[in-house]
């Protein structure tokens, strides 16, 4: 894989203290972020940093093909019901 994770991780910890999960907004330590797509390589999303985002191993997992936008509706509506 010719795209460097954990060189993409350090970048995100300098800009904020915390990373949280883009889907369920858990905080993140360093060794539970996951790196992934934000347009899956499947569907042509591109190697480049605009296209990554951190997400929680569980969501990452739960995600599988589905697109982002619709995945991160679904876990919003997921909060807003434990709330
Ligand atoms: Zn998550």
């Known amino acids: 894989m010719p795209f460097n994770c954990q060189r993409f991780k ?5 800009r904020t203290n915390f990373i949280k999960c883009v889907f369920c907004k858990k905080s993140l330590a360093r060794n539970e972020a996951t790196v992934e797509h934000v347009i899956p390589k499947s569907k042509g999303g591109l190697d480049r940093y605009e296209n990554y985002h951190i997400s929680c191993e569980p ?4 995600r599988g093909n589905m697109d982002y936008d619709e995945f991160k509706s679904l876990k919003q509506k997921e909060i807003a019901r434990k709330k």
């Open 10 to 14: 350090n970048k995100l910890y300098r």
């Open 59 to 62: 969501c990452n997992g739960e």
